[in-house]
């Protein structure tokens, strides 16, 4: 959801910030799919890949509530990324089994 208002933020200060800014404005509720975001992003890291510029790193970071209801797309997303400049970290937070 941060990516809607925020699509890129500089370092761990600008996490914490989109993180404080976005999470009032936000209704957490399932069910928790991953792979949307994930090839969202990843079509970002293959455009960079295809402009032949200044190279782009992303970092996608996703703080979830919730499992994973999309198991199978995400770990295919995940695989898919693999091939490009991109890391994906999950952070999850609560009861839930992560």
């Known amino acids: 959801l941060v ?9 761990i200060q600008g996490i914490v910030d989109a993180y404080r800014q976005i999470l009032p404005q936000i209704r957490l509720y399932g069910p928790t799919n991953f792979s949307p975001i994930i090839n ?10 295809q402009q032949g510029t200044a190279a782009q790193y992303f970092i996608l970071l996703i703080i979830t509530d919730g ?3 999309d198991l199978d797309q995400t770990r295919q997303a995940i695989v898919n990324a693999s091939k490009l400049p991109m890391s994906i970290i999950i952070v999850g937070v609560g009861e839930a089994d992560f």
């Open 3 to 11: 990516a809607a208002f925020l699509p890129c933020v500089a370092g």
């Open 40 to 49: 969202h992003v990843a079509r970002f890291a293959a455009h960079s890949l």
């Open 67 to 69: 499992e994973i209801t």
